[in-house]
C-alpha cells in the first residue's frame, strides 16, 4: 500500500522568506501523480501544484516549486517569497496512473505553516 | 469553475442517530469521495464513487454507507452515530481521464454528543 509522510506538523516562516515542506512517500508503482494542497483555517482545500513522475522537470506555479527526487522518494514544496496568505495546513497526496480506483488520493498527515511578520 | 458544494457547515448530533451528509458537484464529474479530516491522521478515506450506483471502500468504511443516486450527488450516512465519528468530513470530485485534480467542498464539522 502507498504510505505518504509528513515529518513536519508545524513550520514558521518570516514573511518574505523562503520555507521548504518536506514529504516523503512510499510505491512500488514507476508512474504516478505527487500533489501539494493548501487548507487555509476555514477554507476549501485547493490544489498548490503537481508533478508527474515520469517528468523529471521539478513542477513550480509562481512562488511555489517543488524538489522532485524519484529514487529517494522524496517531494518537498518551496515557498518563495512567503506572504501572509500562504499561512494554512499544507498537505502532500499521492494518487496511481488511471481511472477509477486509481483516482483515489492518499494524503500525508498535513504541515501547518503559520507566516509571521 | 468547478464547485463542490456540501449541505452543512457545521452539524450536531446526538449517539444513535442517523445522519446524512450531502454533496453535491456541478462539473459533470464521474468520481466522488468522502474524506474524514482529523488532527494528526491527515485526510482518510471513506469511500468513493466511479459512477452513478458504483461504489467502493476506501480505508475506513466501517460505520459508514453511501448513496450515489444522481451523478451530481453522493451522499454519506451514518447509520448510527457514534462519539468517534465526531471529526470534519471533506467531499470532493474529479473529472475522469485525463482529470488530475480532485476538486474539495467546503467540509462539514460533526460532533456527536
Not at chain 1, 95 to 100: A, E, K, L, V
Not at chain 2, 78 to 100: F, H, P, R, V
Request: charged residues 25%.
Amino acid at each position: 500500500a502507498q504510505t505518504v509522510t509528513q515529518s513536519q506538523p508545524e513550520m514558521s516562516v518570516q514573511e518574505a522568506e523562503t520555507v521548504t515542506l518536506s514529504c516523503t512517500y512510499d510505491t512500488s508503482e514507476s508512474d504516478y501523480y505527487l500533489f501539494w494542497y493548501k487548507q487555509p483555517p476555514s477554507r476549501q482545500m485547493i490544489l498548490v501544484i503537481r508533478q508527474e513522475a515520469y517528468k523529471q522537470q521539478n513542477a513550480t506555479e509562481n512562488r511555489f516549486s517543488v524538489n522532485f527526487q524519484k529514487a529517494a522518494k522524496s517531494f518537498s514544496l518551496k515557498i518563495s517569497d512567503s506572504q501572509l496568505g500562504d499561512a494554512a495546513m499544507y498537505f502532500c497526496a499521492y494518487r496511481r496512473i488511471g481511472t477509477g480506483t486509481a483516482s483515489k488520493l492518499t494524503f500525508g498527515t498535513g504541515t501547518r505553516l503559520q507566516v509571521t511578520l | 469553475d468547478v464547485k463542490v458544494t456540501q449541505s452543512s457547515r457545521y452539524l450536531v448530533k446526538r449517539t444513535g442517530e442517523k445522519v446524512f451528509l450531502e454533496c453535491v458537484q456541478d462539473m459533470d464529474h464521474e468520481n466522488m469521495f468522502w474524506y474524514r479530516q482529523d488532527p494528526g491522521l491527515g485526510l482518510r478515506l471513506i469511500y468513493f464513487s466511479y459512477d452513478v450506483k458504483m461504489k467502493e471502500k476506501g480505508d475506513i468504511p466501517e460505520g459508514y454507507s453511501v448513496s450515489r443516486e444522481k451523478k451530481e450527488r453522493f451522499s454519506l450516512i451514518l447509520e448510527s452515530a457514534s462519539t468517534n465519528q465526531t471529526s470534519m468530513y471533506l467531499c470532493a470530485s474529479k473529472g475522469d481521464m485525463i482529470s488530475y485534480e480532485q476538486y474539495f467542498g467546503p467540509g462539514t464539522r460533526l460532533t456527536v454528543t
